[in-house]
């Protein structure tokens, strides 16, 4: 099983990114899927997470608003699109999946990607 996150770089405040998780070895819908975040220094923050059927969204007060989780069945991939970011949005930004328990707990998760830096400009 493999995660591969993707679509971070360097964006002015304001600005917008979409990164892109794509799971091989397993079905994204068939589990939850979250996205969560690290800055230097910080413990890893949740930012959102998407139920199996895809209906319920969760998403961590920070971000609420402006930030957009996703499922692709068909490219099995799990997206985060980001919009109105600001500098302290900052962090390596991890998806994961296979959830048994609490959304917003990192361990609950089985299954994590190897991360993409989201980098934003005051």
């Known amino acids: 099983v493999q995660l591969q996150a993707s679509g971070g770089g360097l964006v002015q405040a304001g600005g917008s990114l979409a990164l892109s998780c794509a799971a091989s070895g397993r079905t994204l819908s068939a589990y939850a899927t979250g996205w969560f975040r690290q800055a230097p220094g910080k413990e890893r923050e949740f930012v959102a997470a998407?139920?199996?059927?895809?209906?319920?969204?969760v998403y961590a007060d920070s971000v609420k608003g402006r930030f957009t989780i996703s499922r692709d069945n068909a490219k099995n991939t799990a997206n985060l699109r980001m919009n109105g970011l600001k500098p302290e949005d900052a962090a390596v930004y991890y998806c994961?999946?296979?959830?048994?328990?609490?959304?917003?707990?990192?361990?609950?998760?089985?299954?994590w990607g190897q991360g993409t830096q989201v980098t934003v400009s005051s």
């Open positions: 998407l139920t199996s059927s895809g209906v319920t969204t």
């Open positions: 994961a999946d296979s959830l048994r328990g609490y959304y917003h707990v990192p361990e609950n998760y089985a299954y």
